[in-house]
């Protein structure tokens, strides 16, 4: 739930903006269900593809959307996704904090800090320097400056982070999301590479994602000038969310995992695998971006939705 008040009084005439036409209402109705590109939402909509792209716009300044670029058969297109279920305007001063606030405890983990791994040839890292390590040398993956990587790339095996789980105690928790920029790693780069790339929470795992493809057919937004233009170069921002009744991928179901079955509250840590299962039908390898690398200015991020039982009450 995305919460508003006179606390953030830019950020709510900006929302309140955006939400003010029929046309970026109905936007973000269509996208309820499922994500559509511009063209998909023009049709839907019956308006001109530039009326709709003008209202994404709005909608994206507003954060009420994502959009993302992929590709398609000729180019690419525009891909848009919601960010809020609920909006929440709060305008009674006295209360203008309403009992069970969704609170955001939120981690900025760089790729270069996991705790484990487990590799194969092809691999590496690099970061906006030049080559960490040796390439293709699953060695080298222990060597401590892999703190460094800004990317990393395996074919074979899986990556493992340790995120720190520091929510209050009593704290009743909504939803977790774990975003990041990933594709398939192919030898240099192939767009029709498929991989099933597999993520786990505390060894449970919640769903299953098939990157198309080791993407190279246009340079990273934010590639250092000495990385070389026949390499990997981008990757997707694929966006997990686990609740109360399912997990979802891009907002889509992709697996029936519930927060229930990942035991949140039961340590101070939070267990995060990345990779590709030994008996994964398309074992094409995973590509992981840091801030520095691919198209996405990020590193991997954990969003934890929770609430308190007290929040309010004394207001």
């Known amino acids: 739930m995305l919460e508003l008040g006179f606390n953030d009084p830019e950020r709510l005439v900006t929302v309140a903006h955006a939400l003010s036409t029929r046309s970026r209402v109905d936007i973000l109705r269509l996208l309820n269900s499922k994500n559509l590109n511009v063209i998909e939402i023009a049709e839907k909509l019956k308006l001109p593809v530039s009326t709709v ?23 690419a297109m525009k891909v848009c996704s919601r960010n809020y279920d609920d909006v929440h305007f709060a305008l009674n001063l006295k209360n203008s904090v309403p009992k069970g606030i ?34 293709d040398e699953p060695a080298s993956f222990y060597h401590p400056k892999h703190v460094n990587a800004q990317i990393i790339w395996l074919r074979k095996g899986y990556l493992e982070y340790l995120l720190p789980m520091d929510v209050p105690a009593g704290a009743r928790i909504q939803s977790l999301e774990l975003s990041m920029e990933m594709c398939s790693e192919a030898p240099n780069y192939d767009q029709n590479w498929p991989s099933n790339i597999s993520v786990w929470v505390n060894g449970v795992e919640i769903g299953m994602w098939t990157s198309p493809g080791d993407f190279g057919d246009r340079r990273g937004k934010l590639n250092p000038n000495w990385w070389y233009d026949w390499a990997t170069q981008y990757g997707f921002l694929k966006t997990w969310r686990v609740d109360h009744e399912k997990t979802t991928l891009d907002m889509e179901k992709v697996s029936g995992v519930t927060l229930d079955e990942l035991n949140l509250s039961e340590s101070p840590k939070l267990r995060l695998r990345i990779g590709i299962k030994p008996d994964a039908v398309n074992q094409g390898g995973l590509n992981l971006f840091g801030r520095q690398f691919g198209d996405h200015e990020q590193n991997i991020i954990m969003q934890v939705k929770y609430t308190m039982d007290q929040d309010g009450e004394n207001l």
């Open 53 to 75: 792209a003008s209202n994404i716009k709005v909608l994206e300044a507003a954060e009420l959307i994502n959009t993302e670029l992929l590709p398609a058969s000729r180019g």
């Open 102 to 135: 969704t609170h955001v405890y939120e981690v900025d983990m760089p790729i270069g800090h996991y705790s484990d791994c487990e590799v194969a040839p092809t691999c590496g890292m690099a970061n906006a320097d030049g080559y960490i390590i040796k390439e």
